[in-house]
């Protein structure tokens, strides 16, 4: 446990970015040479869906604050950002319309590194993916005193040192308001756990030679690319799902159901397992296939899940849902997802399918360069902030408001698909256990 003051960095001079981002696909060319720092994109550059508008709240001076790669908003409606390779800034930002400055405050505590933030029963928790501090895990940070400056860190799990790219990122609240989903990709084992709802049987029996992608991770094994639960205090841990290449962030829809954006494999593309990045919805018990170099499962495989939708090549990031936004109520019921490489913000609309759901896509920003890190929703104001960087490429944050002619109203519960999701849930409430009555619910 570390004490610390609040600094406020908002006089510094507004300019870069930097650091290396721990994203979807590790060995893509980045949007800039690093140098001389450059201007932040201009949201005039970027091409936006009518009727929304971007607005650029504060560029990042990348010697004093680096690159920002994950992001969420505290009960104020201020944001709390982590720097990639250091420290967590909190950000009050101007309101909707006014010409003030974003005040920028950094956060004196002996944290940061963080691909995941969430702002949870009054504390923050962050998710590490360094060797800095006491290692890559789960930390919760306090404010012990009340006077809104957070002053106490503790680990609450350490995870497994095996990182880099694809290690520890995203953390999230359950659905119940009363569980924690940490979001972790391919390099990093398994988290000591008590319960798995995934059957553990990871033997891998391939008949042929196993051909890597250009000698990528090689000798890494399933189970890799999981989710697991636990509780506030980091106690009780429960692998969800596994099969993930490089999911970077996880979202909760209004039905519960989890969603997220996983990574490709830029070498193996020509191949007969190529897998494009896509949009999965992860149940409970889901294994999705993951499988080093030429072991990838086929979507076909009865024992594995396929996605909802592929996007194809490219490196994903945060993703979240649009609840809450002050946007017309195809967007905010959409699904949105970030592409750093390609610089796009697409908009996943899902629609109810038997038990699960189907998608179509569209593309809701776009801007080259344009590094999509993380994004949230806010819901003081309803506006949607997104942030760039990585890989010591320019860093910003935005905002993105609607001001078209179609209604705002929040909007109702999307219907369909209910008795069938409850009948897939009921099925589910026999994983990670025994129970006699569970062969013939599934086989009456």
Known sequence: MISHQMKDASNTPT???????????????????????PEATD????????????????????????????????????????????GLYRITPP?????????????????????GLVYAWGHLYAVTNSKAHKGRGLYRVK??????????????????????????????????????YVIVGNQTTLV???????????????????????????GTLA?????????????TWEIIATGFRNEYDAAFNRHGELFTYD????????????????????????????????????????????????????????????YGARFPEKYQNAFYINDWSYGKLYAVHLRPDGAAYSAHVEEFITGSPLPLTDMVINPKDGAMYFAIGGRRTKSALYRVTYEGRESTVP?????GGEDQRAIRRHLESFHGRQDPQAVPTALP
């Open 15 to 37: 300019q870069a970015c930097g650091h290396t981002l721990l994203l979807a696909c590790a060995f893509l060319v980045t949007p800039w040479v690093t140098g001389a720092e």
């Open 43 to 86: 949201p005039a550059a970027m091409h936006v869906l009518p009727g929304f508008n971007v607005e650029l709240l504060y560029s990042v001076p990348r010697d004093q604050q680096g690159s920002w790669v994950s992001m969420c908003h505290d009960d104020k409606g201020r944001l709390i950002v982590s720097d990639q390779d250091g």
């Open 95 to 115: 309101a909707l319309g006014s010409k003030d400055p974003t005040r920028v405050e950094s956060i004196d505590l002996d944290i940061g590194h963080a691909q």
């Open 143 to 180: 404010d012990t005193d009340g006077d809104d400056r957070f002053d106490e860190v503790t680990l609450l799990k350490k995870f497994p040192e095996e990182g880099g790219e694809h290690g520890p990122h995203a953390v999230i609240v359950g659905p119940d308001q009363a569980s924690l």
């Open 192 to 218: 000591d756990h008590q319960k798995t709802r995934p059957t553990p049987v990871w033997g891998e029996d391939l008949l042929l030679p196993r051909i890597y992608g250009n000698g990528f991770m090689r």
């Open 223 to 235: 189970p890799r690319g999981w989710i697991a639960k636990t509780d506030p205090e980091g106690a």
């Open 263 to 322: 990574a490709d494999m830029e070498w193996d593309v020509n191949t007969p397992w190529y897998r494009p990045t896509r949009v999965c919805m992860v149940p409970s018990g889901a294994e999705f296939g993951w499988r080093n170099g030429s072991g990838k499962w086929p979507d076909y495989y009865p024992d594995s899940l396929p996605p909802v939708v592929d996007i194809g090549p490219g490196s994903p990031t945060g993703v979240c849902f649009g």
């Open 411 to 415: 909007a109702p519960l999307m219907t």
